[in-house]
């Protein structure tokens, strides 16, 4: 599995062509979360997201909402 992580859109345009298997999207808030869910399904809908950074109990819903595949936290939600 490779996972890459990027923290603008003109990264993610950058790594999509290459077809990883996931690209963490570091700390994004949801309307960036969304735009990059509408990048990835036309240029390589194949590619999960994980949205990172910024994640607990009050955020976690929007995130969710956005069509990411995934999200990561690293504290305890």
């Known amino acids: 599995i490779v996972e890459v992580e990027v923290d603008t859109l003109a990264q993610l345009e950058l790594v ?7 690209v963490l999207l570091d700390n994004m808030p949801p309307a960036l979360l969304r ?3 509408a990048m990835r399904d036309a240029a390589a809908p194949r590619v999960e997201l994980e949205a ?3 994640v607990n109990l009050s955020t976690i819903g929007d ?3 956005t069509g990411v595949e ?3 936290a690293g504290a305890l939600t």
């Not at 999509?16 to 996931?22: F, M, R």
């Open 35 to 37: 735009q990059a869910v």
């Open 63 to 65: 995130i969710a909402r």
């Open 52 to 54: 990172s950074g910024g």
């Open 70 to 72: 995934r999200i990561s």
């Open 16 to 22: 999509l062509p290459a077809g990883p298997d996931i």
